[in-house]
């Protein structure tokens, strides 16, 4: 299967990994400025399956959710900056504020997500899609001290 996946491949690729009867864990995010706690957290979802799928939000949406002066990446560079790690098996863009379409087309076993969330403060259309599939959520403890918000202040100050 390819690594990087487009929105049109989700559902063949979640059909391939679910007929071999393997754990496909979907987790995603923006992923600005890459750092330990990102590493840790996508080995740590990673474990949780047989292969991990990352949603990295498009530039557009990054700007949307973080504002104006970000990202500090283009999609494309942080999407081939997280296939060359070891624990990340693909990696798709999506364009909108919530992942809930790419629940949709993948139906993962797994939807990891970070300590920054609760199962109660994920966005309800999400959880909607994760029921609809039966998809296990997982919520992966944070790395204290590092966040790409903290970065991006260290550097202007």
Known sequence: MERFVTQDQLVSLGEFYRQKGKRLVLTNGCFDLLHTGHVRY???ARALGDALLVAVNSDRSVQELKGPTRPLNSEQDRTEVLAALRCVDHVAIFDEMRVTEVIKKLQPSIYAKGG???IETLDATEREALNACG??????????????TRL???MSS
């Open 135 to 148: 998809a296990e959520v997982k919520i992966l403890p944070l790395v204290p001290g590092r966040s790409t």
């Open 42 to 44: 996508l080995q740590q």
């Open 152 to 154: 991006i202040d260290q």
């Open 116 to 118: 920054d969330y609760t």
